[in-house]
């Protein structure tokens, strides 16, 4: 890779490249996959929070786009307050670069300048559990990179439609939201939310938000009533319009079981593995404000979730809570999911250490539908 690096804000000019990029380098595993923004990564983007930068890093020979990385501002709530924080995300680099340490420090100066520029003390990001060597460089605290404190494991549970819709109770009432119900439905995300840390400020007015709801409608909300108020809900977030997971291979392993798996898979309730090129059919459990002890209305809600994801054709949902919040243990027990495990970090440069020793112990709740 050539050592003549430059670093940037994305552009619309340059937005298709960041595309290619994303759809070029898939994640391996088991499935590979790539996580893709088509038609715009500013689509994207801008359900992460209502200010952000993407970095583009080029290089290499032939020169071209070689790596990316987004930052993100949001308000959520801080030990019950109001807060504006941030977000790293969106990182992508082509497989297979040569000196990525300077790759690495150059792309941190870039956010440096965007942080020095910008409204937030520290940020937030996630990184898989078992992503060991990332983990490992990015706590060293090389050159002048920010300090990257883990702090919590968080479950995403992604659960097959049609097995968790077998867990609808008809005698549980479960309503569809309206327009006229999003002013309560903010009031309840609040009351939940200041509970919780990092979790996103949902007024009424970002509800509303094309950008920052994006295809989130009124009535994709689920609700458990309690008489005129609101006893809990979440909503269907189907992000397929900008958002795509597709399939780009299998491991030889899974590749040589796939079609076993794919005639077993109708008879248990299970979607068939897609053929490479495929995409993906899944969305998001979103917006979610249940109380911790509140086990029946969250599996109610779960179920109705399931049900109408099914009939939109879409094959899985995700939905993700701390480890230690105690509604983890309720989807684990009642519903059939895969788990995946990340590590919720706090980053900060040397003026955001002091807002970082600030936080209480209240159990994290970024939204994954945003990350």
């Not at 989130?216 to 909503?235: K, M, V």
């Amino acid at each position: 890779m050539s050592t003549d690096l430059t670093f940037e804000a994305a552009t619309e000019a340059t937005e298709p490249q960041l595309r290619r990029l994303l759809r070029d380098n898939p994640l391996t595993g088991d499935i590979h996959v790539s996580l893709e923004r088509e038609p715009n990564a500013f689509h994207a983007a801008g359900i992460s929070g209502d200010q952000y930068q993407m970095m583009l890093a080029f290089g290499g020979e032939p020169r071209g786009l070689i790596a990316s990385g987004g930052r993100f501002e949001l308000e959520t709530y801080i030990n019950g307050n109001r807060q504006r924080i941030g977000y790293f995300g969106e990182l992508r680099a082509q497989g297979g670069l040569k000196a990525r340490r300077k790759l690495l420090l150059g792309s941190y100066r870039k956010m440096r300048e965007f942080h020095e520029a910008g409204d937030v003390s520290f940020y937030l990001t996630t990184i898989i559990e078992d992503n060991h060597r990332a983990r490992r460089l990015l706590e060293a605290g090389l050159g002048d990179m920010p300090a990257y404190q883990p702090l919590e494991t968080m479950v995403t549970f992604t659960i097959p439609t049609r097995l968790g819709a077998r867990r609808r109770q008809p005698s549980f009432r479960i309503a569809r939201g309206n327009d006229r119900q999003l002013a309560k439905i903010a009031t309840k995300l609040a009351e939940n939310g200041a509970r919780y840390q990092f979790h996103p400020v949902w007024s009424e007015e970002t509800l509303r938000s094309v950008y920052r709801c994006r295809d989130l409608a009124p009535d994709d909300f689920l609700l458990c009533p309690d008489g005129d108020d609101i006893r809990s809900c979440l909503a269907l977030w189907d992000q397929r319009a900008f958002k795509q997971t597709v399939i780009r291979g299998y491991s030889p392993r899974l590749g040589r079981v796939r079609p076993l798996l794919n005639i077993v898979a109708p008879l248990i309730g299970r979607p068939r593995l897609p053929s490479p090129g495929a995409k993906l059919e899944s969305a998001f459990l979103s917006h979610v404000a249940v109380n911790e002890d509140d086990e029946e209305s969250l599996i109610a809600l779960v179920a109705a979730g399931c049900e109408r994801a099914a009939k939109k054709d879409i094959d899985y949902v995700m939905i993700s809570f701390a480890a230690r919040n105690p509604l983890a243990n309720v989807i684990r027990k009642r519903f059939t999911s895969h788990e995946y495990v990340s590590v919720i970090y706090v980053v900060f440069w040397e003026d955001g250490a002091g807002a970082v020793s600030m936080l209480d112990d209240r159990i994290p709740h970024p939204e994954v539908a945003i990350l």
